[in-house]
Antibody, heavy 121, light 108 residues
Framework: EVELVESGGGLVQPGRSLRLSCAAS????????FHWVRQAPGKGLEWVSR????????AYADSVKGRFTMSRDNAKNSLYLEMNSLRSEDTALYYC??????????????WGQGTLVTVSS | EVVLTQSPGTLSFSPGERATLSCRAS???????LGWYQQRPGQAPRLLIY???NRATGIPDRFSGSGSGTDFTLTISRLQPDDFAVYYC?????????FGQGTKVEIK
């Protein structure tokens, strides 16, 4: 069974950093690209970033470019999102999601349950 | 950036009715790169439709998708109690990938 489990969320002050992780199991991790998608409380879905199967191609939303860094460790079946210079508008539930069929320009067929990031003083 | 607009924000139906949800793109989207997700309260999104009209694994055939260019539609033929949820369209062809703001399907 495909499983994605996010961790690392919490309460953090504006301007500080946080690192999210996503542990994958139940499939061949390095066959797939992945995305991070976030959802502010009571709001819709916002795409954050994506990474190719080998980490060779990474893209970001303009709202996080230069502050967030997505990476992966295929040996550990894990994804990461390093978030720096956090702002109140980054407060959201952060989901990791698998892109179907391997490539990154594919729909997101499996999602974790999310980890909540709250940026507040 | 491709902006996806879903309107209206909320639709009200009785169980058993047919629901038609709209998603309009600010520029043409290839049929291969348009999908729909369902999100129930407290749950992660679930892929329903990909490539405009293909049902994802395990999705019942009362869900169907159609459209082309800038206008896409999700149809739920006979609403079941579990179908009352929020639905998002998504374009995944070109970064930045974008979602519509969602349409909530509520019980009348």
């Amino acid at each position: 069974e495909v499983e994605l489990v996010e961790s690392g969320g919490g309460l953090v002050q504006p301007g500080r950093s946080l690192r999210l992780s996503c542990a994958a199991s139940g499939f061949t991790f390095n066959d797939y690209a992945f995305h991070w998608v976030r959802q502010a409380p009571g709001k819709g879905l916002e795409w954050v970033s994506r990474i190719a199967w080998n980490g060779g191609s990474i893209a970001y939303a303009d709202s996080v470019k230069g502050r967030f860094t997505m990476s992966r460790d295929n040996a550990k079946n894990s994804l990461y999102l390093e978030m720096n210079s956090l702002r109140s508008e980054d407060t959201a539930l952060y989901y990791c999601a698998r892109a179907a069929f391997g490539g990154y320009s594919y729909p997101l067929d499996s999602w974790g349950q999310g980890t909540l990031v709250t940026v507040s003083s | 950036e491709v902006v996806l607009t879903q309107s209206p924000g909320t639709l009200s139906f009785s169980p058993g009715e047919r629901a038609t949800l709209s998603c309009r793109a600010s520029e043409s989207v290839s049929n291969s790169y348009l999908g729909w997700y369902q999100q129930r309260p407290g749950q992660a999104p679930r892929l329903l439709i990909y490539g405009t009209s293909n049902r994802a694994t395990g999705i019942p055939d009362r869900f169907s998708g159609s459209g082309s260019g800038t206008d896409f539609t999700l149809t739920i033929s006979r609403l079941q109690p579990d179908d009352f949820a929020v639905y998002y369209c998504h374009q995944y062809g070109t970064a930045p990938y974008t979602f519509g703001q969602g349409t909530k399907v509520e019980i009348k």
